[in-house]
Each structure stands twice: as structure tokens, then as C-alpha cells.
């Protein structure tokens, strides 16, 4: 099942680190341009490791990293880690500039793209607060925004919400998925939830257990926008219980030597 | 169990705490001189083998005039250590976080500089350098320990995530030293300088002790020893009192400074209820 018009891929990407763990083998992982493609698999199967190893923080020890176009990924892509990962001694504004900052953009100059950013996650009102005056889902909008406002075509995005409670967790749910329709990017989405994967996912990677590798995949063929009528429909719980049941083979396909 | 208290109570009761942390010492203060002052007037015990209390103030406004002048030279050289000390320990902290072979060669004797005790090194830099220079060096080496070890930790305790983003946006080392690692250190820098402010303090007045017979000096320190070879006991303790508070408005400065730059942001400077 591999997209049409691939936007970032992993070949064969194998990684062990100095430790002599084996956190990937042979990893084969194609994320589609306008996809939004979720990675789901057990804690420590190397979801991590794949996402960084993609966005270029981690080498990886065999395969390599195919961009569309080529090019070194630095302006096209945004990371959002699994803590919202702001500077505490600057406010939300100027840690959504930050990315503009370090290319050498004027506060001036990078002042519309960060207004543009901070009101795409809801956060306009918020510029000038400091992120420990902000609820932990007001971080994480932060954070969002922060990986929007380079205007990346990938947005990379580790567990992001795993740490927030659900009612939080689903209104990020429902608005991440307006910001993706409204940047026309792919985002790679790790999580070790069933739920969240199938509510936002166009297609689910299932990996196994350490050494991780792709058990198997499956599209969710559901239209968008979906909302909150979708995560009581019958169609998200029928693919709940596929998804569920694809992800228990692929831990019991471990065990397996 | 007691009930949950309604916020306006707990309000109540954070400002009462913050009553009682001022008005208690004070009240400990007053008592414990009116006690000394008691027992001295009871048992007409001779000044210049302790004196009241009342004649220490007292010898404070009288002696004022050579005190203060003194005063402004142990400040001087305080003040000047406390500068060499911030600016040396945030430097090799530096250096220190640049180059690992550095930090190998010199970190051991940024140790022994510190354990060694000063009141044994002052006499031998009194010896070797002018004495205001070896004041200083006193001053330095007890003061820029706690600036280098704290700053070494802040260095080293910046969020790793926030290094992976800044290089993942292409950070220059500049950009990441001064938009990322003195950002991150500075609320362990500033509780090293408060340390280190009270240490620069003890520096300049073991080497002024030290000095002392040497009588070229004419610091705080000086005046008490000078005092006691004079048998000028209310003077001694007036010196005395001088550097006491002299330490507790260092402190205070020093504290206060950290609360302005770190406010909005530090756990350690949170506003009560905020
Ligand atoms: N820097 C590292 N050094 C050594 N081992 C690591 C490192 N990072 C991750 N690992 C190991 O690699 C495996 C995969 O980790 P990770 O990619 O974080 O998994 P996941 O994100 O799926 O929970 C784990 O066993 C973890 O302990
Ligand atoms: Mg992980």
C-alpha cells in the first residue's frame, strides 16, 4: 500500500545504538504528501527512534532517509515532541518565533507568521503569557504552533498528547485535524493509542515489538472533516476492533524467534 | 482531617506566615539583646570584657566616621572578588562546557582551590602579592567556586529536547549559547553569585585578618583586629556588627536580583499562590 506521491520515506532503516540495543531493523516507511499516516506500536518498539531518525536528529546505523525533492529538510518540516518542550524564560510568542529566530528572521519580519500560527491552534490571546502560566493542552497548543510557523510541508509529531487528559486530548484531536487540512502537508503521527490513531489517521503503520519493524498497515477510509459524531459512529468502532486486533498479532508475532 | 480551606482562608493564612518570618526574628532579636543587656547591668561585668549591647550602639555612632571608612574598603574589595568571581566561574563554566580537555585538566584544581582553606593561602599571597591584591585573591578564590558549579550544572541540565529543536532549525553554537544554554543556566548562575556573595564577604575579611599586623590595611576586619590588640572590646564588637549586616544586605541584594530577572518565569521565584 504504498501512496501515490510520497512526501518523506525510510528505507531500510536499521538502528543500534551504542548501548547495543536494537531499537529498529530494516524499517520500511512511506509517508504520503497531504497523508496523515499514524505510527502505532507498543511502548519502545522504536516509534521515537524512527520519527528522529526521519527528521534528521539521530543517523541512523543502515538505510537512509528520501525527502520528496531532495532537499535538506530543515525548513520543511516541524517537530512536535511528546512534552510541549517550550523555553520557560520566553513567552508563547517568542517561542513560536523561534524557528524564524534561528533563521535569522527579524521579530518584526516574523511577526505575522507567528500571529498566523498562534491563532490557527487558538493561542491569539495568549502571546504574551508565559508558557507556566498555561494549562498543559495550551502548552501543547504552543508547541503546534511553534512547528506550524516555519509553514513545514511534514509535521512530525511524537505522542504529542499522550500526557494530557482525554477531554483535552480529544479537542486537540478535532483541531489538529482542521490544522492539517489547512496547511495541505502530511503529518507522521506516533502514538501508542488505537483510538486516537483511527479518529485522525487516512492510514495506520503498525509496528512490532523491539526491534521494530512494520507489521502491517491499514488505510482508514473514512471522509473528512471528522468530528465528534465520527468517534461514535459504528465505522470508528469497527476499525478500533481491527486495529486492535492487527496491533495484538503484531505483539504476539514477536515471540515468536 | 480538616476541611479543605475556602482560597480566601489560605490567602489569610500565607500573609500571616509572612508576618510571623519577620516579626519573629526580630522579636528574637530584641530579646536576646535585652537579656544580654540585663545580665551585663546585673552583674556589672566591665566593658572590656563584654559589653552592653546599649554601648555598642553607642560605640557605633561614636566610632562612626572610622568605621564606615573602613566598611567602604571591605565593600570595595567584596564587591570587586564578587565581580572576578562571577565573571571566572561563568567563563571556565564556559570553557569548561566547549571542550571536555579542558574541563579534565582543570577542574581538579578548581577543587583543591576550594577545599583548600583560605586561611591557610592567605598569609602565603600576602607574602607574594600587594596586599590589596591578595585581599582580592582571597576574596576570589573562596567566591568563584559556587558560580563554576553551578553554572557547569545549569549548562549541563538544558532540556535535551530543546537542543534537538534548535538544531533541527539549523542553530548556529552562538545561537544556541546565548538563545538556549545562559537562558537555561541563568537561575543556577544567579544561586551560585548568592552564594558566592557571601563567600567574597568572608574572603576579603580572612585576608584582612590575615593582613592585620601587617597594618597596611584598614578594612572591617582590620578595625576588629587592631580593636582586640587595643583591648577595644565594644569597637570589636561593633566591626562586628557592621559585617554581620554588611552579609545580610549582600544577601538580601543578591536575592533580590534573582527574584527581578527570574519572575516570570522560574519555579524558584513563583509569587505566593500564583
Ligand atoms: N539514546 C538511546 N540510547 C540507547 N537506547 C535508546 C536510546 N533511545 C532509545 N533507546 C532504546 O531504544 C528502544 C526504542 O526506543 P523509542 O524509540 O523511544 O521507543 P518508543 O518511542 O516506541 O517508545 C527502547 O528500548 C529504548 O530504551
Ligand atoms: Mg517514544
Not at chain 1, 527579524?106 to 504574551?128: C, K, Q
Request: hydrophobic letters at 55%.
Amino acid at each position: 500500500m504504498q501512496p501515490a506521491n510520497p512526501a518523506v520515506a525510510l528505507r531500510g532503516i536499521g538502528k543500534v545504538f551504542e548501548s547495543g540495543v536494537v531499537a529498529l531493523d530494516a524499517l520500511d516507511l512511506t509517508a504520503g504528501s497531504r497523508e496523515f499516516v499514524s505510527v502505532l506500536g507498543p511502548s519502545g518498539c522504536g516509534k521515537s527512534t524512527a520519527l528522529r531518525i526521519m527528521a534528521g536528529l539521530t543517523p541512523p546505523t543502515a538505510g537512509n532517509v528520501i525527502w520528496a525533492e531532495g532537499a535538506a529538510p530543515t525548513r520543511r518540516i516541524g517537530f512536535v515532541f511528546q512534552e510541549p518542550t517550550l523555553m520557560p524564560w520566553a513567552s508563547v510568542a517568542a517561542n513560536v518565533r523561534l524557528p524564524l529566530k534561528l533563521a535569522g528572521m527579524s521579530a518584526t519580519d516574523a511577526a505575522p507568521a507567528v500571529g498566523a500560527a498562534l491563532a490557527r491552534v487558538g493561542l491569539a490571546d495568549m502571546a504574551g503569557a508565559y508558557p507556566r502560566e498555561l494549562s498543559g493542552g495550551m502548552k501543547m497548543r504552543a508547541s503546534i504552533a511553534r512547528a506550524l510557523v516555519t509553514r513545514p510541508q511534514v509535521l512530525l509529531m511524537d505522542e504529542p498528547f499522550a500526557a494530557l487528559d482525554e477531554i483535552t486530548r480529544f479537542r486537540l484531536n478535532n483541531d489538529l485535524l482542521s490544522v492539517w487540512q489547512a496547511m495541505a502537508g502530511t503529518v507522521v503521527f506516533v502514538t501508542h493509542s488505537v483510538f486516537e490513531s483511527v479518529f485522525l489517521s487516512s492510514r495506520i503503520v503498525v509496528m512490532t515489538p523491539r526491534p521494530g519493524r512494520v507489521y502491517d498497515e491499514i488505510a482508514i477510509e473514512e471522509p473528512y472533516p471528522r468530528d465528534d459524531a465520527f468517534r461514535t459512529s459504528a465505522a470508528y468502532a469497527g476499525y478500533c476492533r481491527r486495529v486492535s486486533g492487527i496491533l495484538h498479532a503484531a505483539m504476539a508475532a514477536e515471540r515468536v524467534p | 482531617m480538616t476541611n479543605p480551606a475556602a482560597p480566601g482562608s489560605a490567602i489569610a493564612r500565607s500573609r500571616r506566615e509572612s508576618v510571623l518570618r519577620v516579626t519573629l526574628p526580630v522579636l528574637t532579636l530584641a530579646g536576646g539583646a535585652l537579656i544580654w543587656e540585663l545580665i551585663v547591668r546585673l552583674n556589672a561585668i566591665p566593658a572590656y570584657v563584654l559589653p552592653a549591647p546599649s554601648l555598642v550602639a553607642a560605640t557605633l555612632v561614636s566610632d562612626w566616621t572610622i568605621l564606615w571608612s573602613s566598611l567602604l574598603v571591605t565593600l570595595a574589595t567584596t564587591f570587586q572578588g564578587l565581580a572576578l568571581a562571577f565573571a571566572g566561574g561563568v567563563g571556565l563554566a564556559l570553557l569548561f562546557n566547549r571542550s571536555r580537555l579542558v574541563e579534565y585538566s582543570l577542574y581538579p584544581y578548581a577543587v583543591i582551590l576550594q577545599v583548600t582553606p583560605v586561611v591557610a593561602i592567605a598569609p602565603l599571597l600576602l607574602v607574594y602579592l600587594p596586599q590589596h591584591a591578595a585581599v582580592l585573591a582571597c576574596a576570589w578564590i573562596v567566591a568563584f567556586f559556587p558560580v563554576l558549579a553551578n553554572t557547569t550544572l545549569g549548562l549541563n541540565s538544558v532540556d535535551r529536547n530543546l537542543v534537538d529543536l534548535f538544531r533541527l532549525y539549523g542553530a548556529t553554537r552562538g545561537q544556541i549559547l546565548f538563545a538556549l544554554k545562559l537562558p537555561a543556566a541563568l537561575p543556577y548562575v544567579l544561586g551560585g553569585l548568592r552564594i558566592a556573595g557571601g563567600l567574597a564577604l568572608i574572603g576579603a575579611v580572612v585576608a584582612e585578618i590575615a593582613a592585620g599586623s601587617a597594618g597596611a590595611g584598614s578594612g572591617l576586619a582590620y578595625r576588629i583586629a587592631e580593636a582586640g590588640y587595643r583591648l577595644n572590646i565594644p569597637r570589636m564588637f561593633a566591626a562586628l556588627l557592621l559585617l554581620s549586616v554588611t552579609g545580610i544586605v549582600i544577601f538580601v541584594l543578591l536575592s533580590a536580583l534573582a527574584r527581578v530577572l527570574l519572575r516570570r518565569w522560574h519555579e524558584s521565584e513563583l509569587e505566593p499562590g500564583g
